[in-house]
């Protein structure tokens, strides 16, 4: 059976006069390619100052026509931000779909989202791009249906309905998605009351995040060598640490230049980032651009108000560097990891360097619990806090190891819980 034909694709790299840089030009392609487009060619434009009604001048245009009629050109992909003016001017002109650098990376989530909020956020993301961009394109558009970039999620549908149908749409989707947050916010509230440390791995798309994360849990989450190839978070415990269990979860990748619809759209997943305890910014070590994909990844975590969150930074395919050994510098609870997720190279260092950093403010104690604390009993026994217990005529007698601010707010809690019978005997040795 042939698959289906892959849409040709042509990329436009506009630049100021000597401000091209090959490393924007090749992601721009691989997000093409990540579509599933087929990368006809790359053009440069050089620009000094965007033209108001189609962002390229007037000379650019007709070398792009002639290329598209010679090349059979099926989009063409701009790596800008256009405006809708300019947009639907360049595909009148082209006679070609054009499709702007936010809406590719729409048109990829659009792809990637597996679970049903995932596609819930993509498709709101995408209709409030392209509810700017209506006017006149029903009609310029007729000659040129076919494809699918730039198309998923609403599509074509979602064009060709009126203003007032796309804002009740996007009404209907933010309420729905409001909801979730709702149900995510009280299952994040409900791992807070477990007092479980909290541990996010942040990133740049393709870094490697869920083969670490998989790694580190044992876990089964989809990854693979593309940008974005995964959008749902997941969340997964990790037993076994001088801490006691953590949890740990996967987040989205970034990108520079992340569509703000986008960000919006995913605030209750990012929520993940902007709420642990810690985050793991992992890096590509082998990507010449890894400084400013770190600084990409951090203008995001700032946007979302994960900024201020604690981060250690864990350089990952060390493999593909030739004398570069995993090892893990930890200087006043900050940390800087070498690792391979897909040899495991260093991951052990890494898991006993977050258990001896979450297990430094761990006390351990004997308590004595009665038939009515049944309840607290529980609940030390969820957070992984009990490490032994017997039982007599008196109650329940249980050693047990939790973080001090958990000890203390249980002290403090109404009704006098009986923590008297607790013995603090000073922070936990590693075991």
């Known amino acids: 059976m042939n698959s289906p034909r892959r849409e040709r694709a042509l ?5 100021a006069p000597g401000k091209r840089d090959p490393a924007i030009a090749e992601e721009f392609a691989d997000l093409a390619r990540s579509a599933g487009a087929e990368v006809v060619a790359v053009i440069d434009a050089r620009l000094e100052r965007p033209s108001a009604s189609h962002y390229l001048g007037s000379g650019k245009v007709e ?3 002639g ?7 099926d989009v063409v992909l701009v790596n800008a931000t256009l405006s809708p003016v300019q947009e639907r001017n360049l595909s009148d002109d082209l006679g070609r779909r054009v499709i702007d650098r936010v809406g590719l990376i729409l048109d990829i989530f659009a792809l990637r989202a597996a679970s049903a909020d995932g596609k819930l956020q993509v498709e709101l993301a995408q209709l409030k791009h392209s509810a700017t961009r209506l006017t006149g394109k029903g009609k310029s558009m007729d000659s040129q249906r076919g494809g699918s970039i730039g198309l998923r999620g609403p599509g074509e549908t979602a064009l060709e309905t009126d203003r007032r149908l796309i804002r009740a749409r996007i009404d209907a989707l933010e309420k729905r998605l409001s909801r979730i947050d709702v149900q995510r916010t009280q ?3 409900a791992r807070a009351r477990n007092e479980l440390p909290r541990v996010a791995i942040v990133g740049y798309t393709n870094a490697g995040k869920s083969t670490l994360f998989n790694a580190l849990t044992g876990s089964g ?3 693979a060598d593309q940008l974005f190839a995964t959008l749902d978070p997941t969340v997964r415990r990790i037993d076994g640490l001088a801490c006691g269990p953590l949890l740990l979860s996967d987040t989205v990748g970034f990108v520079r230049d992340l569509p703000h619809d986008l960000v919006a759209a995913f605030r209750s997943t990012l929520a993940e980032a902007r709420e642990a305890d810690l985050l793991l910014h992992l890096v590509d070590a082998a990507d010449p651009e890894r400084d400013a994909r770190i600084a990409a990844v951090n203008e995001v975590l700032e946007e979302i108000g994960a900024g201020d969150v604690p981060q250690w930074t864990v350089f990952n395919k060390i493999d593909r560097i030739e004398g570069l050994e995993p090892r893990i510098d930890v ?4 940390a800087q990891a070498w690792v391979s997720a897909r040899a495991g190279a260093g991951l052990d260092a890494l898991l006993e360097a977050l258990g001896t950093h979450f297990a430094s403010d761990l006390l351990v104690g004997r308590l004595m619990l009665g038939a009515a604390d049944g ?7 969820a957070m992984g806090a009990v490490r032994a217990e017997t039982v007599d005529e008196a109650g329940w007698q249980l050693e047990v190891r939790l973080p001090r ?3 203390e707010r249980l002290a403090a809690a109404p009704g006098g819980h009986p923590l008297h019978g607790l013995l603090l005997v000073g922070p936990a040795t590693p075991t």
């Open 11 to 15: 990329l436009v790299q506009p630049a």
């Open 63 to 65: 070398e792009l026509k």
């Open 67 to 73: 290329y598209c009629e010679a090349a059979d050109v």
């Open 187 to 189: 299952m994040r509230r």
């Open 221 to 223: 989450v989809y990854a």
């Open 331 to 334: 200087r006043e609870g900050e």
């Open 375 to 381: 309840r607290l009993r529980a609940q030390l026994h």
């Open 405 to 407: 601010s958990t000890a």
